[in-house]
């Protein structure tokens, strides 16, 4: 069979989905009926438009009226997905965009990817063979060359792993000495559950949003106006800024402290020198280029890991992993929770991988799980090295630093691995607050605006430089105020919000994480519980 597709435009015919195969032949003649003849036509076509049984002669052409489709640049790249047709196999495939590009209030715009699959014979087929299928929300597309860039899984995995390894990592030995392994270990797998369910509630939320206003780039304030109001909005800015520009000056001044005893140049040299080349490469790569130098710098810090493994567990005492203190797992837990951190690129992941669910469920278990492994063989080789005696709860001794003072081959190795993974979760967290700054603003949030990029690096850079021994001051509190409230209960409670008012259901998306008010409520107060604690602990020293 023959068939083509005729697009309406607004002024085509809207009074019935589909037009009277008598009005569309070439050629043809309509004389008039009597009005019963009429009636009884419209019924007929009526039924069989809503049965989708459709049976034209063989010189006729299949005519579905779509919404006017419009290729327009927006400033994040995406663009609706262009119309595909199959047609030896009888199957004509259509997608048409949900959201009229006009909806899109943001600097982004978002299309909604519905496969419509309609097969033509002259016999009539059945409702069931008509398929509908959602598949990634919107394409994201080259402005030089108009062609689809489809995100890489590859990269969203590298993209959450090399967020997650950062300098959290250093401090874990120094926090779990006391617990000892077998706790810590226990702690690490728990708090990595914890935090892959609330990254995955953000991304459920996240993509809801995109489906809601019809565009791309949604950030966490956008995702709490919608779900939380204005109480939500301030809550959520001030925690993701807090602990943003917290961590940012951790990594800094933990780099600079390594810059400047590897290469011998002042303190503000080294850290200048470090916030120029890995902001340079956030401001000025592409999408593929970053992703590359995620890579590379993930598989530099495997190697770096594997060779400090092979040389630091020559000297392991296994009877040392066997100590298991539970009263001091509490504190080690904002560190732990801290050391999983990478929910600040999950709206950046789903833009990227367009919004298909799937992709980003694999991005964001795969990325976390091979930084759980990290953490735990990491965790047993300091934690089986150093010795029990300098082990005290009055004294606090950095592993690390015991580690690269008693074996003069593992320093070395010890700071290229701190560094390398310092850069890798520094790219993350500039990436993250530079579009949460663009939207908080109303700033364009492409890569040729300085000012994002300007307002997320000088200020760590200045902070660092005042107090050099910030490091594990800034982990901690930003562990336990920042943390907890910005990715455990606000998570919770927009997804509460969100599920409460049907939307999810209402766009046919699936929810990524199963157990209802349950699992939502377990989360909320699991994190406000380890906050209440630290203050009360705090309270009581002073």
């Not at 708090?191 to 206003?213: D, K, Q, R």
């Not at 810090?301 to 296994?318: C, E, G, Y």
């Amino acid at each position: 069979m023959d068939c083509m597709m005729c697009l309406h435009g607004a002024g085509g015919p809207t009074s019935s989905p589909f037009l009277p195969w008598t009005s569309i032949l070439a050629g043809s003649s309509r004389r008039e009926l009597p009005p019963s003849a009429q009636n009884h036509r419209r019924s007929s076509r009526r039924r069989r438009e809503e049965t989708l049984s459709m049976a034209p002669p063989s010189s006729s052409p299949l005519c579905l009226p779509l919404p006017p489709l419009s290729i327009q640049p927006r400033n994040r790249r995406s663009f609706p997905l262009p119309l595909t047709s199959r047609f030896p196999g009888g199957v004509l495939s259509v997608r048409s965009p949900r959201f009229p590009s006009s909806s899109s209030s943001s600097s982004s715009s978002l299309e909604l990817s519905r496969t419509v699959r309609l097969r033509c014979s002259s016999q009539k087929q059945s409702a069931e063979e008509s398929e509908l299928e959602l598949e990634r929300l919107f394409s994201n597309l080259n402005q030089a060359t108009l062609k689809r860039e489809p995100g890489s899984l590859s990269s969203a995995v590298f993209l959450v792993t090399g967020t997650t390894v950062g300098a959290g990592i250093l401090a874990i030995p120094a926090v779990t000495q006391n617990s000892g392994f077998i706790a810590s270990a226990v702690t690490c797998i728990f708090c990595w559950i914890f935090m892959v369910a609330t990254g995955l509630l953000i991304a459920e939320v996240n993509v809801n949003t995109m489906c809601e206003l019809g565009s791309g780039g949604v950030s966490l304030v956008s995702m709490a106006m919608r779900t939380l109001g204005k109480l939500g909005v301030q809550v959520t800015c001030w925690s993701y800024i807090f602990i943003h520009y917290a961590l940012l000056v951790a990594y800094v001044a933990r780099s600079s402290e390594i810059l400047t005893n590897s290469l011998g140049i002042p303190l503000w040299e080294s850290a200048t020198l470090f916030s120029l080349v890995m902001g340079g490469i956030c401001y000025f790569g592409s999408q593929r280029l970053i992703g590359a130098v995620n890579g590379v710098l993930i598989l530099a810090i495997v190697l770096s890991f594997a060779a400090l493994v092979a040389v630091a567990s020559k000297d392991l005492h296994w009877e040392a992993l066997l100590k298991a203190n539970l009263e001091a797992v509490p504190m080690s837990i904002p560190v732990i929770a801290l050391s999983f951190v990478y929910q600040n690129v999950v709206p950046v992941v789903c833009t990227n991988l367009e919004g298909d669910l799937t992709k980003i469920r694999t991005a964001i278990v795969l990325g976390t799980a091979i930084p759980l492994g990290l953490f735990l063989v990491w965790n047993a080789v300091i934690l089986g090295t150093i010795t029990s005696a300098d082990v005290s709860s009055d004294n606090f001794i950095d592993p690390l630093q015991q580690l690269r003072s008693s074996n003069g081959v593992v320093g070395p190795i010890v700071e290229v691995f701190s560094l390398l993974a310092i850069a890798t979760s520094y790219i993350g967290f500039v990436l993250g607050l530079s579009d949460f700054l663009a939207d908080l603003l109303k700033l364009p949030s492409g890569q040729s605006k300085p000012l994002p990029y300007l307002l997320t690096l000088v200020p760590p850079l200045i902070l660092s430089l005042l107090d050099p021994e910030i490091f594990f001051k800034a982990l901690d509190f930003a562990g336990t105020y920042g943390v907890l409230v910005l990715f455990g209960i606000l998570p919770a409670a927009m997804s509460w919000s969100d599920r409460q008012s049907n939307s999810i259901t209402s766009m046919g998306l699936p929810t990524l994480v199963p157990g209802g008010r349950l699992t939502l409520a377990l989360i909320g107060g699991g994190a406000g519980w380890v906050i209440i604690s630290e203050l009360l602990e705090n309270l009581g020293k002073t």
